[in-house]
T-cell receptor, first 113, second 111 residues
Framework: DVKVTQSSRYLVKRTGEKVFLECVQD?????MFWYRQDPGLGLRLIYFSYDVKMKEKGDIPEGYSVSREKKERFSLILESASTNQTSMYLCASRGTAVTDTQYFGPGTRLTVL | DAKTTQPPSMDCAEGRAANLPCNHSTISGNEYVYWYRQIHSQGPQYIIH???NNETNEMASLIITEDRKSSTLILPHATLRDTAVYYCIVTSGGSNYKLTFGKGTLLTVNP
């Protein structure tokens, strides 16, 4: 079974802190994604990566950056956390075949105070 | 990607079949129908997908109408653990596609 793990299930940070969210997948997938999920807004794509060191902006990249130094690991960075970044963050990975499925991690619920 | 329409909520008795409908009248020929579910405070879980033929796996069955404008996800024997929000997504796939989740259907399985 595909496994996507995220470094923390719950995280509390203060405004202005730099925050790192880590995601690791064990299926040698080329594609990895970071979403955030907020009530009433559904899932929104922040960034995705289609290969090591390659990244593309999603729908809401402002205030975030990403890093993919190794194929299995995709990090989301909040350069200076703000209260409006309080959210559930979901990582996903996927292979390259047209019908490949996107597999999600358990999510990190981040609270910025 | 085509838009989907799902009822906001449904109830089902434990042990009975749950039939979750989805309308996707603007689906195009190369678009697949995917179903995911999300149990409260967890990441979405893939259930099943199909193009035009009916599909079955260990979790569920997917029935797609002949004109492909609608589909039904069937959980044959619903359990309390199947209570979740179910999302129907239509997408053409490709290596860099993103998933657009609508509001889904909250399925509540009652004892």
């Amino acid at each position: 079974d595909v496994k996507v793990t995220q470094s923390s299930r719950y995280l509390v940070k203060r405004t202005g802190e730099k925050v790192f969210l880590e995601c690791v997948q064990d299926m040698d997938h080329e594609n990895m994604f970071w979403y955030r999920q907020d009530p009433g807004l559904g899932l929104r794509l922040i960034y995705f990566s289609y290969d090591v060191k390659m990244k593309e902006k999603g729908d809401i990249p402002e205030g975030y950056s990403v890093s993919r130094e190794k194929k299995e690991r995709f990090s989301l960075i909040l350069e200076s956390a703000s209260t409006n970044q309080t959210s559930m963050y979901l990582c996903a990975s996927r292979g390259t075949a047209v019908t490949d499925t996107q597999y999600f991690g358990p999510g990190t619920r981040l609270t910025v105070l | 990607d085509a838009k989907t329409t799902q009822p906001p909520s449904m109830d089902c008795a434990e042990g009975r079949a749950a039939n979750l409908p989805c309308n996707h009248s603007t689906i195009s020929g190369n678009e697949y129908v995917y179903w995911y579910r999300q149990i409260h405070s967890q990441g979405p879980q893939y259930i099943i997908h199909g193009l035009k033929n009916n599909e079955t796996n260990e979790m569920a069955s997917l029935i797609i109408t002949e004109d492909r404008k609608s589909s039904t996800l069937i959980l044959p024997h619903a359990t309390l653990r199947d209570t979740a929000v179910y999302y129907c997504i239509v997408t053409s796939g490709g290596s860099n596609y993103k998933l657009t989740f609508g509001k889904g259907t909250l399925l509540t399985v009652n004892p």
